[in-house]
């Protein structure tokens, strides 16, 4: 009993470490394929991202996330309502989001014909013809500044924002997402079809597909998603992150009964060679939830806040490692 035992611990880490295969390929046009064949359910999870995050807005603060949420506000003559029932006939669902680095259009359908293939087909259409209506431009900028009211509102929101544009100062991933009311109200139709048309093409494309196709199933697939996009180029390398020298602290004043406090510093870029040791020892640190020291510490211990944590945030060049917690204004020192 004792060795059969020892010999299925033996085995656990093989099992653990068990890694799906990943197949890789280029489109004609340049855009980089990632699939995985994942044939237990009948449905593909799909997502072309581009180097087209606010780290590419330069001073125009949220142009990107701008341009990337008027994708699907009409495409191919065909207005937002008609490409949202065109997605919901299929059952499929839709999604587009932009941040710091990425900007993105995703799709979960099932793979069973015709459905996929319509899908395919609507979801081509936002990436490949947007229309960038006038009407639905000012709807979505009027969104966008509804949804930076309420983050003024917001003191974890407020907190974020103060320690990224310190952080990063000038770099440009201290520049807003979701931009300032100066910047979105500047924001042309011109702006947001130039900004398309340089980052929204082949060779500045990942496509990333996981469910149950066939290779030239998924190939064909990733094919008709960008078949009409220029070639293009590659963003530019962004620079290195600037370092702080000497601790900078800063305190903001707001109306609420909890502190929220962040602390942290530039960490490391997502291919580093220390990713997992410093994945892993941030998870002792306070990645790991109810396990983790500064949870044992923080919260247990001393009762000083009910939620507290750290995590990294790998980028492109050195993305920011993060402590924070919520406590009384009363304990913030203490805490």
């Avoid at 990107?64 to 008609?82: I, K, P, R, S, Y």
Wanted: proline fraction near 7%.
């Amino acid at each position: 009993m004792a060795k059969r035992a020892w010999l299925l611990l033996a085995l656990w880490p093989v099992v653990g470490l068990a890694l799906p295969k990943i197949e890789t390929w280029n489109t004609a046009n340049g855009a980089r394929v990632y699939f995985v064949r994942a044939p237990e359910l009948p449905m593909v999870d799909l997502r072309v991202a581009f180097d087209a995050g606010s780290a590419r807005d330069q001073t125009q603060w949220g142009l990107a996330g701008l341009t990337n949420g008027m994708l699907a506000e009409g495409a191919g003559g065909l207005t937002a309502q008609t490409l949202s029932e065109r997605f919901e006939a299929t059952g499929a669902q839709f999604n587009n989001s932009s941040g710091r680095e990425m900007a993105s259009v995703g799709l979960r359908s099932l793979t069973e014909s015709p459905y996929l293939e319509r899908a395919v087909e609507t979801l081509g259409l936002v990436l490949q013809k947007p229309d960038f209506p006038a009407e639905a431009l000012e709807r979505q900028r009027k969104l966008m500044l509804t949804a930076l009211k309420q983050r003024e509102q917001d003191p974890a929101a407020i907190a974020e924002d103060r320690f990224m544009g310190v952080l990063y100062q000038d770099h440009p991933y201290g520049s807003p997402p979701h931009g300032s009311a100066k910047t979105l109200g500047a924001l042309k139709r011109d702006d947001l079809l130039a900004h398309y048309r340089r980052y929204y093409c082949g060779r500045n494309a990942v496509i990333g597909l996981v469910g149950d196709l066939t290779r030239p199933q998924a190939a064909s697939i990733a094919e008709k998603l960008v078949a009409t996009l220029p070639e293009g180029a590659a963003a530019p390398p962004l620079p290195p992150a600037l370092k702080i020298v000497k601790p900078i602290e800063i305190h903001v004043p707001y109306p609420s009964s909890q502190t929220h406090i962040w602390a942290g510093r530039a960490g490391f870029a997502r291919l580093d060679p220390d990713y997992f040791p410093l994945y892993l020892g941030n998870h002792v640190l306070g990645g790991g939830g109810f396990i983790s020291r500064l949870y044992k510490e923080v919260r247990e211990k001393r009762g000083l806040s009910y939620s507290v944590y750290s995590y990294f945030q790998p980028m492109r060049v050195a993305g920011p490692f993060i402590a924070g917690l919520q406590t009384s204004f009363e304990q913030a020192d203490q805490a």
